[in-house]
């Protein structure tokens, strides 16, 4: 299979307008149009996935209205950052919530797996590529840099680097290797922020803790899907830990039509004993050809980019996933963050071997 010029200018045009489509007013992004799942909500982790493909092609408008968005989300809700910071939470309701209304931003109160300490580090750290790049301002007065200091207070008052929360799936709460990497790599993006004050021993406690993990996920998971994102695109494992987590989630995760995200999901598992076989997720696939693109393996990631753009639904969407062994998706299609992935896919593939401008 050969991707022809015509081809590229037409999905990225195409994939571009669907994700745009997924941005409210207010700036945010909602994770997807389907209100019957309940993923018409903007979390605070699907805005930074979501703002990967406008950020790679340049769109600094769209960028920066979503982080504006973002700031003002964690100004409203100042005061829970306070009582937090003067205390570790003890309900997950007393922590940073991961979604909220699009519109008004405020919190849904129903129990949600409220503890998603990556998604914090996960927009700390695209604050600071984007001051440090100098492409567009984020941090702009006092009120802002106040609430992105008393964020990282926040994420040391809660102790991340053991701290049990749920992650990037919102599961069961454990100490998360990828959860623990996003926060190690916000804290060392904003570092050298004028104003924004890092401890370096709030850094390097996030560092042993996340080399004391590797290459696990958890305790109960050694292979996890969201492990990649310490590869790409926070960086923040060594040759040899990127490697063998690479290696784990393609040889025991990679299936026909996605990536599981671990072994025993049972999210949007139809089999009937609800637990054998786990559903498929497409964004994975983008997510691996971005790595080995950026690792110069140019085969390895044009087998996987052929392997993405076959996954699009009949309608032109990328679907959050498909089930088991089956040719079937889910009715989250399109998903901001599938759609996300596969933009920066194809874009850095074309930048770097030129399919075509």
């Known amino acids: 299979m050969r991707i022809k010029v015509i081809t590229y200018k037409k999905l990225i045009e195409q994939h571009l307008k669907i994700l745009k489509s997924l941005q409210k007013s207010s700036g945010l992004f909602i994770a997807s149009k389907n209100k019957k799942t309940g993923y018409d909500k903007a979390w ?4 930074f996935y979501e703002c990967l493909a406008f950020d790679i092609i340049g769109d600094w408008t769209t960028v920066k209205k979503t982080y504006r968005a973002l700031l003002n989300i964690f100004l409203k809700h100042e005061h829970k950052i306070d009582f937090a910071i003067q205390r570790k939470p003890e309900h997950t309701y007393e ?3 991961a979604r909220f209304n699009p519109e008004t931003f405020n919190e849904y109160w129903e129990e949600w797996g409220n ?10 750290f695209m604050i600071g590529e984007l001051e440090h790049s ?13 609430v992105v200091n008393k964020l990282v207070k926040y994420i040391n008052t809660i102790e991340y680097w053991h701290d049990k ?3 990037m799936w919102e599961g069961e709460e454990e100490v998360h290797a990828s959860s623990i990497g996003a926060c190690v790599a916000g804290l060392k993006n904003i570092k050298n922020i004028k104003g924004i004050e890092v401890p370096d021993e709030l850094i390097k406690r996030g560092e042993m803790a996340l080399n004391n993990m590797l290459p696990r996920e958890s305790k109960k998971k050694f292979v996890d899907l969201a492990l990649l994102s310490l590869i790409w695109p926070y960086n923040v494992v ?9 290696k784990n989630v393609i040889y025991h995760l990679e ?8 072994k025993g999901d049972h999210y949007y598992n139809k089999n009937l004993d609800s637990y054998s076989e786990e559903a498929e997720w497409v964004f994975g696939i983008s997510w691996i050809s971005i790595i080995f693109d950026r690792l110069g393996d140019r085969k390895k990631s044009m087998h996987y980019l052929k392997k993405a753009i076959s996954l699009i639904t009949p309608r032109g969407v990328v679907p959050e996933l498909y089930f088991s062994n089956s040719p079937k998706f889910d009715e989250n299609a399109p998903l901001g963050w599938a759609e996300s992935l596969f933009i920066v896919a194809l874009y850095d593939f074309n930048k770097k071997y030129g399919l075509g401008r």
């Open 255 to 262: 299936k026909k039509r996605g990536v599981i995200r671990y």
């Open 238 to 246: 060594k040759p040899e830990q990127r490697d063998e987590i690479l």
């Open 134 to 146: 100098k492409k567009i301002k984020i941090i702009e007065n006092k009120n802002d840099l106040r």
């Open 165 to 167: 929360d749920s992650g």
């Open 115 to 124: 503890k998603q300490n990556d998604s914090i580090g996960a927009i700390l």
């Open 44 to 47: 605070l982790r699907d805005n």
């Open 95 to 97: 922590f940073i919530h």
